[in-house]
Structure formats: C-alpha cells, structure tokens
C-alpha cells in the first residue's frame, strides 16, 4: 500500500511541474503582448478560467498525498513525499513541454477564442471587445 503513495507523490510532481509551466507560459505570452510596464501584462485576461481550478486541486492533491503518507507511514516518511514532489517537478520540467513552446500557446489562445465566442454569443460586447483586441496582439483575427 505504501507503494500507492510514493507513486501519487511522483504522479503529483509532474502535475505540480505542469502546472507551474503552464502558469510561466501565461506570464511570459501576457509580457509579450502588454505594450505598458506592468510586471504581468495581461497574464490574468489570457490565463484560461480552467487553469486556476487546475492548479488549486494539484496543490490540495499534494498537500493530500503528504498527508496520507505522514498519518500512514511516518514524519519522516511525508518529508521525504514532499521532496519528491517539490524535486521530483524540477526534474518533470525536463519532461514537459517548454513555457514558449506551441503546446501551452495552443491551449491558450484556444481558450481565448472560445471566451470571445461566449462573450459574443451572450451579448457582452464590453468583454467580447477586449477579448478581441487581445486575440489581435497574438496574431489571430476572430472573425475571420
């Protein structure tokens, strides 16, 4: 049974790494399209609304999983599931996609246009524009 464990400790070191990647490529595609000097640019507008519920239950997923591991099998034990989570996603990051590569700009600026869409088809032209305007900076023309 404590097998079950340090493999949800590995399992939660790759999420833990994704997660933290694909919050780095929502800084870093935000920067690139703020014309001003904000520290964030529009990370918050292109971050996609499934992403926090993604991070929030990966974090509570760890948070768990040490848990269960310091109540089963030790103190010592949950120090060391926490190193393999928190190390463990510095070596998952080698594994993963990059921060600037294609694979998070896709789920990204999908979800965006999806937004734009909802925003459209629910009247919201104040949030319809934004979000359009937006699109325009990444290079994407929603109504074409």
């Known amino acids: 049974m404590d097998i079950i464990w340090w493999f949800l400790a590995v399992v939660m070191a790759f999420a ?6 694909f919050t780095s490529a929502t800084l ?3 920067r690139e399209i703020s014309d001003t000097d ?18 929030l239950i990966v974090y509570l997923g760890c948070v768990v999983v040490v848990g269960v591991i310091w109540w089963q099998i030790g103190w010592l ?4 599931g926490a190193a393999v989570i928190f190390f463990g996603s510095s070596v ?5 996609p990059k921060p600037t590569g294609d694979h998070y700009k896709l789920l990204i600026m999908n979800s965006m246009i999806s ?5 459209v088809r629910d009247g919201d032209a ?19």
């Open 28 to 30: 870093s595609m935000g």
């Open 126 to 144: 104040l949030r319809a524009d934004a979000m359009k305007s937006l699109l325009f900076k990444v290079g994407i023309d929603p109504d074409a």
């Open 16 to 21: 833990f790494a994704y997660t933290i990647q």
């Open 77 to 80: 034990s949950a120090l060391g």
């Open 38 to 55: 904000s520290p964030t640019g529009f990370q918050d507008a292109i971050t996609p609304p499934w992403q926090s519920n993604l991070a």
């Open 115 to 119: 937004r734009y869409a909802d925003y």
């Open 92 to 96: 998952a990051k080698l594994a993963l």
